[in-house]
């Protein structure tokens, strides 16, 4: 069984920052792709960023330059930092991982509020 946890999450006013992390547990052999997604409310899940075991990034286009993802494989975690931040960057945080080169797991979420 492999478990997600995202922590970080709170509420914070336009131009903050706020950094997320994603702590993966259980059955671990080795951890493919690391991903960040977002859902604010009555809008589809969309990409925030991904990031190889190698640390190839990929960006959802305008994000790029305010959002960085980043890893640290030796503990299974990886990380959104979050600058500038927009009430539009308002949603639940989610967190993906490719385990064992097999399955993706989700985390629970996790929830961001940036107040105008």
């Known amino acids: 069984q492999v478990q997600l946890v995202e922590s970080g999450g709170g509420l914070v006013q336009a131009g903050g920052s706020l950094r997320l992390s994603c702590a993966a547990s259980?059955?671990?052999?080795?951890?493919?792709?690391m991903g960040w997604y977002r859902q604010a409310p009555g809008k589809q899940r969309e990409l925030v960023a991904t990031i190889t075991r190698f640390g190839t990034t990929n960006y959802e286009d305008s994000l790029k330059g305010r959002f960085t993802i980043s890893r640290d494989n030796a503990k299974n975690t990886a990380y959104l930092q979050m600058n500038s931040l927009k009430p539009e960057d308002t949603a639940v945080y989610y967190c993906?991982?490719?385990?064992?080169?097999?399955?993706?797991?989700w985390g629970q979420g996790t929830q961001v509020t940036v107040s105008a």
């Open positions: 993906k991982a490719n385990v064992n080169w097999n399955k993706d797991y």
């Open positions: 259980g059955s671990i052999f080795v951890i493919g792709d």
